[in-house]
C-alpha cells in the first residue's frame, strides 16, 4: 500500500499522477515527447528499450513491465526477448549502436558522472547522433526519476505480467497524457 | 567540454535546455512546480531538498545553483546551506525538513530505500502526505537532472559568483525558458546577499 492517501486505488505512477495533477499533467508530457514523439530518429521501441532497461537496472517492477511491454508491441516480439535483453544487451540480437546507447544508458543509471568518452565515442562511430545521445541520457535520467518516484511512494503493482502486454496498444495508440491515466 | 555540440555561452542543464526546447519546456514546468509552490513547504525548504540530493549525488553544478536558491530564500543564509550539506541532523532547520531530508537521500539511493519508519518520523514531525510526496518528487527529478547534466558533461562554471547572479534571476523570474533564451545574467562586484 502507498505510503501516503493518494485518493485512488491506480497501479504505480498513475497513482500520485492523479493525486497530483499540476505535476502528473509535466510527467505525461515529459514521457510523451521523450517516448512518443514521432518527431525522433530512433524509434519508439529502441527509446522504451531504454526506458526498460534503466527501470530493470533500478529494480522498478511496475516501470519495468509497463515499458517492457511497450517495446515488446513495438518491436512485435515476445517476452522472452526483452526479458533476454534486461539481463544481458551485448548478447542479445540487436544492433550495435542501440547496444553502446544501452551502454550510455546503463551508466547514467548509476550516475551522471559514470558516463565516459570512450562509450560517446563508440556511441558515435556506430552513427548515434548528438540528438540520439542527448535523448538517451535525458531518458534513462528521467526513468531513474519515474522508478524513484514509484518506489519511494510505494505504490502497488499488478503481479501479472500478461496485464502489461495487454494495455500496450492502447498506450501505443494514445501516447501519453494525464487524460489517459484512468483508462 | 560537454559531449555533445551546445551553446558554448550556456552552463549547466541550461546548454542542454537550448539544445533541446522541446523537452526543456517540461523540465522547466517541473522545477517551477516542485520548488516555487509554496504550498506546505516554503520555496527555502524545496530548494534545500533539491540541493541536499545534488550534493549527495556529487553534482557540482546543480548543488550550488540550488545551493545559492536556497541562501537567497534564507535572506543570504549560506551558513546555513552549508550546514545542512556538512550534517543535516544538527544543523539549525525544523525536526519536521530534517525528516524529510532523510526521505530525500533514501530517494537519492533509490525508491525501495524509504521505509514505513522515515514516513512515520516525517508524519510525527507534521509533514503531511502532500509535503511527502513533494519530497519525494523533488528528490527522484534531481536524480534526473543531476544525472542529466553529468551525464552530458556539460559546462560547470568555475567562477562561483556566477551561480549568485543566476540564482536573483530564478528567485525574480521563476523557471522557464528565459534562462537559456536570454542573455545570462552578469555578476555583480560587491556582495548581493550583503
Known amino acids: 500500500m502507498a505510503y501516503i492517501d493518494l485518493k485512488n486505488d491506480l497501479p504505480g505512477i498513475r497513482g500520485p499522477m492523479i493525486y497530483r495533477p499540476e505535476t502528473g499533467r509535466i510527467l505525461n508530457e515529459l514521457a510523451e515527447v521523450l517516448l512518443h514523439d514521432e518527431d525522433n ?39 522472452d526477448f526483452i526479458d533476454g535483453i534486461k539481463k544481458d544487451f551485448r548478447s542479445a540480437p540487436i544492433s550495435p549502436k542501440l547496444k553502446a546507447l544501452l551502454a550510455i544508458a546503463g551508466s547514467v543509471q548509476q550516475g551522471g558522472k559514470k558516463v565516459t568518452p570512450d562509450q560517446i565515442d563508440t556511441a558515435r562511430k556506430l552513427g548515434a547522433t548528438d540528438r540520439e545521445i542527448h535523448d538517451t541520457v535525458l531518458i534513462a535520467a528521467a526513468f531513474c526519476m519515474f522508478n524513484r518516484y514509484v518506489d519511494g511512494l ?30 | 567540454m560537454a559531449y555533445i555540440s551546445v551553446d558554448k555561452n550556456l552552463p549547466g542543464i541550461r546548454s542542454l535546455m537550448a539544445f533541446r526546447p522541446e523537452t526543456a519546456r517540461p523540465l522547466s514546468d517541473l522545477a517551477e512546480v ?7 513547504l516554503s520555496r527555502a525548504e524545496r530548494e534545500m531538498i533539491g540541493m541536499y540530493v545534488s550534493y549527495l549525488n556529487d553534482c557540482f553544478y546543480c548543488q ?4 545559492e536558491l536556497a541562501a537567497c530564500y534564507l535572506g543570504g543564509n549560506r551558513e546555513l546551506v552549508d550546514a545542512v550539506k556538512k550534517d543535516y541532523r544538527s544543523a539549525d532547520i525544523s525536526g519536521k525538513l530534517k525528516a524529510l531530508l532523510q526521505i530525500a537521500a533514501k530517494v537519492q539511493k533509490g525508491g525501495k530505500m524509504v521505509k514505513p519508519e522515515d514516513i512515520e518520523e516525517a508524519r510525527r514531525e507534521g509533514a503531511t502526505d502532500r509535503d511527502i510526496h513533494d519530497t519525494v518528487l ?12 553529468d551525464g552530458l558533461a556539460s559546462l560547470t562554471p568555475t567562477d562561483m559568483s556566477t551561480y549568485a547572479a543566476r540564482a536573483k534571476q530564478v528567485v525574480e523570474k521563476g523557471y522557464g525558458p528565459h534562462i537559456y533564451a536570454a542573455a545570462q545574467p552578469i555578476p555583480q562586484t560587491e556582495n548581493v546577499h550583503a
Open chain 1, 154 to 183: 510505494n505504490t502497488w503493482a499488478p503481479q501479472d505480467r500478461q496485464i502489461y502486454v495487454d494495455r500496450a496498444p492502447m498506450r501505443a495508440a494514445e501516447g501519453y497524457s494525464q487524460e489517459g491515466l484512468k483508462k
Open chain 1, 41 to 79: 530518429t530512433l524509434s519508439r521501441a529502441e527509446r522504451e528499450l531504454i526506458g526498460t532497461y534503466v527501470s530493470s537496472e533500478n529494480d522498478c517492477f511496475f516501470c519495468q513491465n509497463v515499458h517492457g511491454a511497450m517495446a515488446q508491441h513495438y518491436f512485435n516480439s515476445d517476452m
Open chain 2, 64 to 67: 550550488h545553483s540550488h545551493g
Open chain 2, 138 to 149: 523533488i528528490a527522484a527529478a534531481f536524480c534526473l537532472y543531476n544525472r542529466y547534466v
Open chain 2, 34 to 40: 516542485l520548488l516555487r509552490d509554496e504550498t506546505g
